[in-house]
């Protein structure tokens, strides 16, 4: 991506910009690339992961569940320990709510029947992210976790950003247009190609996630037997 933006800045080596520079103007445009493909699709980002989440344990390190990097939000816990196809989703509960679910002595109470079961996020030492589930599991639980990762940053010449190829173009023009404004150069033919192709990748990939079939009304459903 860096080397596609040098070729339009007519720089092939670094000497106006740095490659730190212009990794935080690629950046940048792919954070805001992303923002408008979430605003078409917003579940076009989530992933899923699944995680066993130990027994006995008040909190667990992200990391130590497995996740690649920390998550950004968490869109949806289920708990399948003993049956994929039957998940009892676990409620998002604040880190001051998570008292709720233990006895005040220290003890951890069955509160399943009037809360169901919560977790929450929380820091750990250092800032690391950590996870909790209430009531504390006395053995381990199988965890599927839905949600969406941050932005993984673009550092290398040849670093690939996780949206379609489509998009990459786009990222190297918003860019050059930041690295232009800086240098008072023109602007407005890198703005005007930035926007046609950022809106032909969007409405391409709005193409590829609508539902094409046409619906069938069904007016007078006395008429069909679905007991066939």
């Known amino acids: 991506m860096r080397l596609r933006a040098r070729d339009d800045l007519n720089e092939a080596t670094a000497s106006f910009w740095s490659d730190a520079e212009l990794n935080r103007r690629l950046n940048r445009s792919y954070r805001e690339i992303r923002t408008r493909i979430a605003q078409l699709d917003e579940e076009f980002f989530e992933r899923e992961i699944t995680v066993v989440y130990p027994g006995s344990s008040r909190q667990v390190p992200l990391t130590t569940l497995g996740f690649p990097a920390e998550p950004l939000k968490f869109v949806r816990v289920e708990d399948i320990t003993g049956n994929a196809n039957a998940p009892s989703v676990l409620d998002h509960v604040g880190k001051g709510e998570e008292t709720a679910y233990r006895i005040t002595g220290g003890g951890v109470a ?106 069938v009304g069904v007016v007078e459903p006395e008429m069909y037997d679905y007991d066939v």
């Open 110 to 215: 069955d509160f399943t029947s009037i809360h169901g079961s919560g977790y929450y996020l929380s820091a750990g030492p250092g800032g690391a992210r950590e996870m909790g589930v209430r009531p504390q599991p006395s053995s381990s639980l199988t965890l599927r976790i839905t949600y969406v990762g941050m932005t993984t940053e673009l550092v290398a010449d040849l670093d690939s950003p996780d949206i379609p190829e489509d998009f990459h173009e786009a990222i190297v023009l918003g860019a050059v247009y930041s690295a232009r404004l800086k240098e008072e150069a023109p602007v407005r033919d890198v703005r005007e190609r930035y926007e046609t192709v950022l809106r032909n990748a969007l409405t391409a990939l709005d193409g590829r996630h609508s539902d094409r079939h046409a619906r």
